[in-house]
Nanobody, 124 residues
Framework: QVQLVESGGGLVQAGDSLRLSCAAS????????MGWFRQVPGKEREFVAA????????YYADSVKGRFTISRDNAKNTVFLQMNSLKPEDTAAYYC?????????????????WGQGTQVTVSS
């Protein structure tokens, strides 16, 4: 099993940037497609971004396209989410997750391993 630990969350103002990191241990991340999801209390977990395990193709929710960038550094066993031009509606707990199947990477139920989450709060 791969263990995931997110970091980099915090309180920022609208328009600011944050970079979230997801460090993996236990298994090599290159074997997994990786995703970022977010959740606010009372709502379902929402897809944010994903990157596949081979070609590095990336996918984004429409709400973050053009502002967020997912990337991976397999040598460091780490996945990143660069978040620019943050908006108050981006406020949520952000989770990284690992998908060993390689398909369905936009769907949270296809991910078998999750981090504990990191809180991002954007003030207006």
């Amino acid at each position: 099993q791969v263990q995931l630990v997110e970091s980099g969350g915090g309180l920022v103002q609208a328009g600011d940037s944050l970079r979230l990191s997801c460090a993996a241990s236990g298994r090599t991340l290159s074997n997994y497609a990786m995703g970022w999801f977010r959740q606010v209390p009372g709502k379902e977990r929402e897809f944010v971004a994903a990157i596949n395990r081979s070609s590095g193709t990336t996918y984004y929710a429409d709400s973050v396209k053009g502002r967020f960038t997912i990337s991976r550094d397999n040598a460091k066993n780490t996945v990143f989410l660069q978040m620019n031009s943050l908006k108050p509606e981006d406020t949520a707990a952000y989770y990284c997750a690992a998908n060993s199947a390689g398909f369905g990477i936009l769907i949270s139920t296809r991910y078998s391993n999750w981090g504990q989450g990191t809180q991002v709060t954007v003030s207006s």
